[in-house]
């Protein structure tokens, strides 16, 4: 499957984006989904995680409360709601796909996830 995430900005702190990844090539609905980000000289880290029907989710800590997943398998599309957005927030975002076929399992490490975005900026002022 081939991920393409956009979305990314320029935007004030406390202001909101939504990152979208559209995937293609075979039928979403057997992926689950994360979201991760990676600031400049830091790992990757994740951030949200998504099962494959939608009804599982995980959030990062830092972002709990203000970021929400979500995805649409009719459109092969998937969603990062991001609220409330701090410098601290500044990254790449990157989507990512992971073969569950129907379990509704999540995954949060990086070698779970077997396709990858090719990552959004995203950036946030003070």
């Known amino acids: 499957v081939q991920l393409q995430a956009s979305g990314g900005g320029l935007v004030q702190a406390g202001g909101s984006l939504t990152l979208s990844c559209a995937a293609s090539?075979?039928?979403?609905?057997?992926?689950?989904v994360g979201w991760f980000r990676q600031a400049p000289g830091k790992e990757r880290d994740i951030v949200a995680a998504?099962?494959?029907?939608?009804?599982?989710?995980y959030y990062a800590d830092f972002v709990k409360g203000r970021f929400t997943v979500s995805r649409d398998n009719a459109g092969d599309l998937a969603y990062l709601q991001m609220n409330s957005l701090k410098p601290e927030d500044t990254a790449v975002y990157y989507c990512?796909?992971?073969?569950?076929?129907?379990?509704?399992?999540?995954?949060?490490?990086?070698?779970?996830?077997?396709?990858w975005g090719q990552g959004t900026q995203v950036t946030v002022s003070s």
């Open positions: 990512a796909a992971a073969h569950s076929g129907y379990r509704e399992s999540y995954y949060s490490r990086i070698d779970e996830y077997d396709y």
């Open positions: 090539g075979r039928p979403f609905s057997g992926y689950a």
């Open positions: 998504i099962d494959w029907s939608g009804d599982s989710t």
